[in-house]
């Protein structure tokens, strides 16, 4: 058997070559796109991951310590269950882990693990998840029914939904509640901690300490990566933020992150852009007058700062920029949610998705690149961090593959996990369906010439796409 994987490896190896010779590759090449469009926390911005999870958790768990009467004693959080990608299904209380079918790979009831057999019979026979056709044909959250964590933002979130599952558990003797309907209190919590409001207010739990500390929680953009964005400028390109965050925050992100010259690397900022709505919506733009109310606008000027909005509109004057009508753009964001998936499906773009996990499982084999890669790839692992701690999850395992639940392999077994078949996951499938390329940070664009040409993802490649290598699961 061991023999057989070897020899499975060996031929994952070879097969990119063979189809190069035979069928070429689809390639994206930075410097063709005429506008850049960026995202900034998580994208521009890369934040301590230990210290925002806590803090989060802390900002709403003492919220609904203080407001909704739950126990002090329901929250301590846990780092290992915060992972990318869990699916809370709100009737049912439970995290929900998928394979790319849809079936299920593991299960939570709160945190609570649930067996191979307490998995069939909820989900039956086959384990699968019934609103599995509607998630990954709209990459959304939808109403009481379920809740997808896929950012930095919301994964503590997930956390605190599963402790609250838990402490109403506890309290009737740990038996099992018909329909659960945790998310008005969950949501009421969330809107405090984030909402865009709060930042000037200097209230919220989470803001203000963010104001005073933001070198706690945020690093600043080194000078390499500073240059290697004036240069995307060069030829008349066009660069813009998109971001969901209020003006305020937005800019207060950018100049601590960028310096005071933060304005000059830009030429258009769109803030509480209220993603992925901007892209199939007809929203207005607005813009601050002088008393700081907001107002309609029909006009972007170069240099201008806008709020809401909406992608055509946004192309529209990119065409008008440019001189082009139809321009290119390239957007970097780090969530499928709100950046990748409607970017691609509405407004054609193409994007690359900011995925740290790369990094916490980044693969020690040459990428088919070439020495050129093998040799990047050395530079980012010296160049990891504790984030990549924070983003390895022993209770869920890795956000690309995982071992089917019908192979049921022994807990803790090495050997077994490595003999079992992996499965790509759910969040690998759409990783690969909707981004072009994927890496675990924008420095990792430092190193390469801007004329390099990376392989996009493609469908009968895993290892494809991932810069600057693939995560060691998909060498399975």
């Not at 909704?68 to 990318?84: E, I």
């Not at 084999?365 to 050395?378: A, C, E, P």
């Amino acid at each position: 058997m061991i023999g057989i994987l070897k020899l499975s490896k060996l031929w994952r190896r070879c097969l990119p070559c063979f189809l190069m010779a035979n069928r070429g590759f689809d390639t994206l090449c930075i410097k063709n796109y005429d506008c850049y469009g960026f995202d900034i926390d998580h994208t521009l911005a890369k934040y301590n991951l230990a210290t925002l999870f806590n803090d989060v958790y802390d900002a709403m768990t003492k919220y609904l310590i203080a407001k909704k009467g739950y126990g002090r004693d329901a929250f301590n959080f846990d780092k290992d269950f915060c992972t990318r990608g869990l699916i809370l299904d709100l009737e049912l209380g439970n995290f929900l882990k998928l394979s790319k079918n849809g079936t299920v790979l593991r299960g939570s009831h709160g945190t609570r693990p649930l067996s191979h057999e307490q998995l069939k019979e909820q989900f039956g026979k086959n384990v699968q998840w019934r609103h599995f056709d509607q998630l990954v044909n709209s990459v959304n959250n939808i109403g009481d029914r379920y809740r997808i964590f896929e950012n930095f933002f919301d994964m503590p979130i997930g956390v605190v939904c599963a402790h609250v599952i838990d402490w109403i558990d506890r309290k009737a003797n740990w038996e099992q509640q018909e329909k659960y309907n945790i998310w008005p209190d969950v949501s009421e919590a969330v809107e405090y901690v984030y909402h865009s409001t709060q930042f000037k207010a200097h209230n919220g739990l989470f803001f203000p300490k963010w104001k005073d500390e933001t070198g706690l929680y945020v690093q600043k953009c080194s000078s390499a990566l500073r240059e290697w964005l004036q240069k995307l400028r060069a030829g008349n390109k066009k660069m813009f933020i998109l971001t969901s965050s209020m003006e305020d925050f937005a800019q207060s992100s950018l100049q601590f992150i960028l310096g005071d010259e933060w304005h000059h690397y830009f030429d258009l900022y769109i803030t509480l852009a209220k993603k992925p709505s901007f892209f199939n919506t007809d929203r207005n733009f607005m813009k601050l007058d002088e008393s700081g109310n907001t107002v309609p606008t029909a006009e972007l000027c170069e240099g201008g700062v806008y709020l809401n909005g909406n992608s055509k509109v946004l192309m529209q004057h990119l065409a008008k920029f440019t001189g082009k009508d139809n321009p290119k753009v390239l957007f970097f964001g780090d969530s499928l949610r709100s950046d990748i998936f409607p970017a691609k499906e509405f407004a054609n773009w193409d994007t690359v998705l900011v995925l740290e996990e790369i990094d916490a499982y980044l693969s020690s084999s040459t990428n088919s690149d070439g020495n050129f890669i093998g040799q990047l790839d050395k530079k980012m692992k010296s160049a990891a961090d504790c984030n990549s701690n924070m983003l390895r999850s022993c209770h869920w395992g890795s956000i690309f593959t995982d071992v089917p639940l019908v192979q049921e392999p022994k807990i803790n077994s090495a050997v077994n996990h490595n003999l079992c078949a992996q499965s790509p996951t759910l969040w690998l499938y759409m990783i690969q369906k909707y981004a072009t390329i994927a890496v675990p940070r924008l420095d990792c664009f430092i190193d390469f010439p801007m004329d390099y040409e990376f392989k996009k993802f493609d469908a009968l490649l895993d290892m494809y796409g991932f810069y600057p290598n693939s995560p060691e699961e998909l060498e399975y």
